[in-house]
Nanobody, 124 residues
Framework: QVQLVESGGGSVQAGGSLRLSCAAS????????MGWFRQEPGKEREGVAG????????YYADSVKGRFTISQDKAKNTLDLQMNNLKPEDTAMYYC?????????????????WGQGTQVTVSS
């Protein structure tokens, strides 16, 4: 059974850092396209970062390039997101997800398995 559980969210001041982690079970994260998404109330879900190690691909939204780093821990079977220099506009619920089928990217289309989310709040 596929399961994704996020952790690491919290409240920080602008300029601070947080590290999100997504514990996966039922499959190996290194063999799938994996992504981090975020969503604010009333807005569409936005792709933040994606990674597909099988094809050596990593993707970032322009808004987080240079500040966020996506990575995978093979031993722990986790997908991680290091977030530095956080801004108030980064405030959202963050979700990790697994994509089915071929290809990878930051569109939510094709991502079929989702975690429950972890809240990130950045104050100015």
């Amino acid at each position: 059974q596929v399961q994704l559980v996020e952790s690491g969210g919290g409240s920080v001041q602008a300029g601070g850092s947080l590290r999100l982690s997504c514990a996966a079970s039922g499959f190996r994260v290194t063999t799938y396209c994996m992504g981090w998404f975020r969503q604010e109330p009333g807005k569409e879900r936005e792709g933040v970062a994606g990674q597909y190690l099988v094809i050596g691909a990593t993707y970032y939204a322009d808004s987080v390039k240079g500040r966020f780093t996506i990575s995978q821990d093979k031993a722990k079977n986790t997908l991680d997101l290091q977030m530095n220099n956080l801004k108030p506009e980064d405030t959202a619920m963050y979700y990790c997800a697994r994509k089915s089928g071929s290809g990878c990217g930051l569109s939510a289309r094709g991502y079929t398995d989702w975690g429950q989310g972890t809240q990130v709040t950045v104050s100015s």
